[in-house]
């Protein structure tokens, strides 16, 4: 792994690999990602997790919308791949802002973990979500154990309803944070549901992930 400076972005793997943008969720760095993407990058993809927003007041208000993000996230894609194959990540509300990117650019695949509709918060208002892009079934990853972090009515299943070509893995024994590594993982799992094995969490995303990139059936590994 290499933290490459640019706001403590995380980049994972080799340039000359496929690439894989994943965007992090609501006031997470990018760091907290490691364990769970490090998997990604040795099955040979190179990730990249950017900062596309700042973690200031603005951000904790829900004064920054997520398009801005996605236009942003759609800048790095620029910069890091071109043309080249494509997949698009992200967590909680970096799953919306993939999705939002995604409508905008069409990548090879589309993974969002525990995605979260809305502008930011919990206490923020939630936008319709529009349907997935014509022919694109991502892969949806639903965390079993819901609460505040991922309300009912904002949570995996909008998505899922939203691509009904998708691919829904819920993993029941699961919290919103359990995929976090550090001090934002372990404070995340005390302000969120948790399930009972978060490095457990960890791996079996990470297969999920890597089946799904590489065209598989994702669902197989689980």
């Known amino acids: 792994m290499t933290v490459d400076g640019r706001d403590g972005w995380v980049d994972l793997g080799h340039p000359t690999d496929p ?8 006031m997470v760095p990018p760091a907290a990602y490691r364990t769970l993407l490090t998997p990604v990058a040795d099955a040979g993809y190179h990730v990249v997790v950017p900062s596309l927003a700042g973690h200031g007041p603005r951000m904790l208000l829900g004064r920054t919308p997520p398009e801005h993000e996605a236009a942003a996230a759609l800048d790095v894609i620029d ?12 967590h909680s509300r970096g799953g919306l802002v993939a999705w939002l990117a995604a409508a905008r650019r069409r990548p090879d695949r589309l993974v ?15 936008a319709p979500l529009a349907e997935a892009p014509v022919g694109l079934a991502p892969l949806v990853i639903g965390c079993g154990l819901g609460g505040a972090c991922a309300p009912d009515e904002r949570n995996h299943e909008v998505f899922a309803a939203a691509a009904p ?7 029941e024994d699961a919290g919103h944070a359990d995929m976090l590594d550090g001090r934002v993982g372990a ?18 995303i990470a297969r999920l992930l890597v089946a799904h990139l590489a065209g598989g059936a994702a669902t197989d590994v689980l």
């Open 79 to 90: 910069t890091l791949v071109g043309a080249g194959w494509l997949a698009l990540a992200g």
């Open 112 to 126: 969002l973990v525990d995605p979260v509709a809305g502008g930011g918060p919990p206490w923020a208002d939630v």
């Open 187 to 204: 404070v995340g799992r005390r302000v969120c549901r948790a399930g009972s094995d978060p490095a457990a969490v960890r791996d079996r």
């Open 165 to 171: 070509s998708c691919t829904h893995a819920v993993l």
């Open 19 to 26: 690439c894989l943008l994943f965007v992090p969720g609501f």
